[in-house]
């Protein structure tokens, strides 16, 4: 590791998928608390701390990846390393998607993966990937989706995610930008970047969530987001390093 990085640890703490947070919602123009017009930012994370983010582990997955609030070449960063292995931190701020549907940030990665496919379960690794999860509610579900959730809830002690988006950098492009994960449907990948020519360099980018889900699910998302960041080498038995700066929730 360059050795201006100066490392920040990140404390243990016990997984919870997503954070119930209620959204307030005011008809016509975006309002705040007391009818204030909405802030053009809901959260801009400088990475000084990890303090606003929680760990997130996977049953029956013991390799955990790691990730580090640092200093990069004088800018604070996270750093995200991982080594067969998989885990995720999730920033414990829940925010409604209608009012804040864009996300830029600025990201690097050290390498592709050899063996990765974004097709199949073998090779659902990537060096960085930023999820956005969509809060089931069951007082909007059929009847067979809380039947489904309810299962998962009695297993997991929560009701999984409804839907969510995962923005990735793959190893090699895909006929299609956004593809369905290999394990669930409910999962859609949007390809920002692929293949090797840009590891190495700091690369921005900036997408329309909102936008994005319509085109991938064909419907509108629920309300209530929840933001989260993996590095993972699992299935592939691989390894990378990966950093993300300025990661910003705004309209």
């Not at 390799?63 to 604070?76: F, K, L, N, Q």
Request: proline share 6%; net charge positive; hydrophobic share 40%.
């Amino acid at each position: 590791m360059d050795p201006s990085e100066r490392r920040l640890r990140l404390g243990k703490k016990f997984f919870s998928l997503l954070l119930i947070t209620a959204a307030l919602a005011c008809p016509g123009v975006p309002k705040g608390l007391c009818g204030e017009p909405v802030p053009e930012v809901f959260h801009r994370e400088m990475f000084l701390s990890l303090d606003a983010w929680t760990p997130v582990f996977f049953p029956k997955i013991k390799r955990h990846s790691t990730y580090e609030a640092v200093v990069s070449d004088g800018v604070p960063t996270l750093l995200a390393r991982s080594d067969k292995s998989a885990s995720a931190i999730r920033l414990t701020r829940e925010y409604d998607v209608f009012r804040y549907p864009k996300l830029s940030w600025s990201w690097k990665i050290s390498r592709v993966y050899d063996k990765g496919d974004a097709t199949k379960k073998s090779g659902d690794d990537y060096p960085i990937r930023v999820y956005v999860m969509f809060r089931y509610d069951p007082a909007k579900a059929a009847t067979w989706q809380k039947l489904k959730y309810g299962a998962a809830r009695k297993i997991y002690g929560e009701y999984p995610p409804h839907s969510a988006l995962l923005y990735i950098w793959a190893n090699r492009a895909q006929e299609k930008r956004i593809i369905t994960n290999p394990y669930t449907a409910s999962a859609k990948m949007v390809i920002l970047e692929a293949g090797k020519l840009r590891v190495g360099r700091w690369i921005d980018e900036s997408v329309d969530v909102l936008s994005d889900y319509r085109e991938a699910f064909g419907s509108e998302p629920p309300a209530g987001a929840s933001l989260a960041v993996m590095n993972d080498s699992d299935n592939t038995g691989e390894s990378s390093v990966s950093w993300l700066r300025n990661i910003t929730i705004h309209r």
